[in-house]
């Protein structure tokens, strides 16, 4: 299903390129319809494996993300400052490609809705699938949007949404431009973006902190280092516990030895002060710590 292209103007607003003057309209009657498989919003897009993925040519420049030692990333509820997230194409030949976000480490075929446009003055067509757009220059999109009504999500959704996805890997996402030609896409000219993460906010330690939270953040070290000593001190007392069980066990075993054998002793004295020194007694002790 197909939506009507669009051009955003920031005085009228969203302007229906279906709309046509008076020449336009007598024109309509006698011209004979486009054939179907020629028509770009009625062809079939590709799905892409993740292999496919993998080996697609990484020509796409991805435009205002933030680049880590680990790769891009987008950080969608931080502020834009006019440097919204893009896209650039760089130099092409066609005239009409289709622009899709997939989600690249799953083994299943999932995309990412395209994110609404920013750019003003581009003429689009919406699909389901994705957007169809002539590949030329840069393309913006808004970094964060929610329909009014529905609450959804208009602009790049949270790589967190999409851990079903990727076994609790981290969610990484990439554009995949597939260009129509003759009628029909040629997915063997389709090229991507580098992989990116989508983020709600940098982690704190990656910031500048303010007075309180650097403070927060001392008083949790301090929590963690004592319970780390905690710990250690745990499992020392623990090891000493178990060498004197052990010795203990090895000092009754003796005991029991010495109280079988006493009524071998003939000299009655030195009976009676074993039995009474190795006789069983039931005492407890506290322990100070």
């Known amino acids: 299903m197909a939506t009507p292209a669009f051009a955003y103007d920031s005085g009228s607003g969203w302007s229906s390129d279906e709309e046509s003057d008076d020449s336009a309209s007598h024109d309509a009657l006698p011209r004979v319809p486009e054939a179907a498989q020629n028509r770009i919003e009625d062809a079939t897009v590709p799905t892409w494996s993740w292999a496919a993925l993998d080996q697609m040519p990484e020509t796409l420049t991805l435009v205002n993300f933030v680049q880590q030692i680990w790769g891009y990333a987008l950080f969608r509820c931080e502020p834009a400052n006019k440097q919204y997230p893009g896209i650039a194409f760089g130099a092409t030949t066609f005239e009409k490609a289709h622009v899709s976000v ?147 066990q090895q000092m009754n075993a003796f005991f029991d030895e010495m109280r079988a054998d006493i009524h071998r002793i003939t000299n009655e004295t030195a009976k009676t002060a074993l039995e009474y020194a190795l006789r069983h007694v039931q005492s407890s002790e506290l322990a100070t710590l």
């Open 102 to 248: 997939h989600l690249k480490n799953s083994k299943s075929s999932v995309t990412m809705r395209t994110p609404e446009v920013k750019t003003k003055g581009l003429e689009y067509t919406r699909l389901e699938s994705g957007l169809v757009v002539r590949p030329e220059g840069v393309i913006h999109f808004k970094k964060k949007c929610l329909d009014k009504k529905t609450k959804k999500d208009l602009a790049f959704e949270l790589g967190k949404r999409y851990l079903s996805f990727t076994g609790e890997n981290t969610p990484e996402f990439v554009f995949v431009v597939v260009p129509f030609e003759n009628g029909a896409y040629a997915p063997n000219k389709a090229f991507r973006s580098p992989a990116f993460h989508v983020f709600s906010k940098r982690q704190a330690r990656f910031l500048q902190h303010k007075h309180k939270r650097q403070k927060k953040n001392v008083e949790i070290e301090q929590m963690d280092t004592d319970i780390h000593d905690a710990e250690t001190t745990l499992r020392s007392l623990e090891e000493t516990l178990d060498r004197h069980v052990v010795a203990n």
